[in-house]
């Protein structure tokens, strides 16, 4: 993930310069940006802080470069569907700080909102709602014949990985954040792995993310323990493009982007040596984010062409890890609900929920207090109830 410290870093330059990127942004952008802090921790930042550079990350170019993902020649079309009635909606999006709020239920819109100053046209960032399609195109690759086997040890496919505890790790652990490998997530801790991994300067010849991750020791036997590690989504990343040979966001347009249908331009920040931040900060519209939903509800199958096995979502988005959680678990990539449901999920409220019993996808960007700590977490999953509770009343 790119860090809150490195964000923050080159946001405050770019503060103080960049004339033409500035004259892209809107208005109400601008407005927010003229308040934007000079300290380097996105953590201390306020509400209005975050709102500029939530829906401008990938126009800020010494915050990094970004790949570019074009619109799907033929976009999925989104008709409008029978307005669904949610109580509390407007209470519900003023304390969640969202952006963009987009229900599908049977192929159709039967919710669309935006606040914070953004519309349907925006782009806002992922963070890792970015894992699952990443976890995806591992799908599409071994579909493809890229990748064999889930099996397969992850130093097969990334070679600079070889002599390093990633020998024993494979495709399959990594999917499931069950490597054993030590990490600490925490983002408030600035001496987290997940705030040194950026600091950290690469070695020669090395990507970036392999080079930090190589050099980190055992906790625990592979597969046994699941511990959340975005450092190791990077990893997958890596392994993608390295097995296919195409950088990860021409293998997404490819993939995933075109024959879904997403009907705007995405763009995918890159890290020091130039890949894309795999477990972190794509940036779409909500209504793509909700277009990549019924991508997953369709299985992956698009005018009968198989673009993951068959068989590919039903494992990434069942429960393969216990996380602790009553009634939650850890797919591929993907939160899992023991109701069969699930989620891609990004601190500062970024999710798609997607529920196949109900045909219903629930996309939405938001800007909340802390990253995954206040009180805005337990809401969503609240909200995410009542979403379902509507739908059922509206079927009867």
């Known amino acids: 993930m790119k860090t809150a410290k490195t964000i923050a870093i080159v946001i405050a330059v770019l503060a103080l310069g960049s004339g033409y990127w500035y004259s892209t942004l809107d208005r109400e952008t601008r407005g927010l940006l003229a308040a934007l802090p000079t300290n380097a921790d996105v953590l201390s930042w306020s509400q209005r802080q975050r709102e500029a550079a939530f829906r401008a990350m990938d126009r800020m170019p010494i915050l990094a470069r970004s790949a570019v993902i074009t619109p799907s020649p033929q976009p999925l079309p989104l008709p409008a569907g029978e307005p669904l009635d949610v109580p509390g909606i407007d209470d519900y999006m003023a304390r969640q700080n969202t952006a963009g709020l987009v229900i599908v239920q049977d192929g159709k819109i039967r919710l669309e ?71 600490n997530e925490d ?18 010849g090395v990507d970036a993310t392999v080079s930090y991750m190589r050099k980190l020791p055992r906790a625990h036997p592979p597969g046994e323990v699941w511990h959340y590690n975005t450092g190791e989504t990077n990893l997958i990343g ?54 990549f939903g019924l991508f997953v509800l369709a299985n992956g199958d698009v005018d009968g062409r198989q673009i993951v096995p068959p068989d590919w979502f039903g494992q990434a988005t069942q429960k393969q890890k216990d996380i602790g959680q009553a009634g939650r678990g850890y797919g591929f990539q993907w939160w899992t609900y023991d109701d069969g449901s699930f989620a891609a999920q990004g601190i500062f409220g970024q999710g798609i929920f997607i529920d196949p019993r109900r045909c219903l996808v629930i996309a939405s960007n938001s800007n909340w207090t802390r990253a995954s700590r206040g009180p805005e977490p337990a809401a969503r999953e609240e909200f995410y109830a009542a979403v379902q509770a509507a739908v059922d009343r509206s079927s009867r």
């Open 238 to 291: 890596v392994l993608v493009s390295s097995a296919t040979k195409k950088p990860l966001s021409e293998y997404l347009q490819e993939r995933i982007w075109h024959p879904a249908g997403m009907a705007a331009t995405a763009t995918w920040l890159q890290g020091k040596t130039g890949h894309e931040i795999a477990g972190c900060c794509l940036q779409a519209a909500t209504r793509d984010y909700a277009r």
């Open 187 to 204: 983002y408030e801790d600035p001496n987290a792995d997940v705030a040194k991994f950026n600091d950290a300067k690469p070695e020669a």
């Open 113 to 183: 909102r935006y606040g914070l100053g953004f519309d349907a046209q925006g782009r806002w960032t992922s963070f890792s709602v970015a894992k699952s399609f990443t976890s995806t195109l591992v799908g599409a690759a071994i579909q493809d014949g890229y990748i064999l086997s889930l099996e397969d040890k992850v130093s097969r496919y990334i070679p600079d990985l070889r002599g390093s505890v990633y020998d024993a790790v494979t495709v399959r652990q990594l999917l499931t954040m069950s490597s054993g490998i030590r990490w």
